[in-house]
């Protein structure tokens, strides 16, 4: 499968931003070469999300849940075990870029819990 090209200027402001997230994470004291749970979340209709969800393995997702908003709208949430560095998120944001292309779905963004490497 070929993947598609991204809007340079959709990717920049995505990338804008995940930094605001990344910040966040350092200042609870996260250690971004901990591989952790990483959740992202697309919205769309049922039958783009049901192909979404049926392809999220060949494409390194787990399907975590699906939930329908007050309005009626749907979300689908995928993750996977990955780090929290910047280029595993800029990786990241790429590849839900082009999947939000391949599937005609919409990116909502991605989310993690901090790791800072002590146990609770």
Known sequence: MTLPEV???RFEQEWLG???VLASLAKNGDR???PRAVDVSFSGDEEALDRLAE???ELG???IDREENEEGGISLFLAREQKADAASI???TLQCLQIEILYDVEY???GCMAETGSSH
């Open 7 to 9: 809007d340079q200027t």
């Open 18 to 20: 995940d930094q605001d």
């Open 90 to 92: 800029k990786a990241l």
């Open 108 to 110: 909502e963004g991605w």
């Open 55 to 57: 392809n999220a393995g």
């Open 61 to 63: 997702f787990a399907v």
């Open 32 to 34: 971004p070469d901990i």
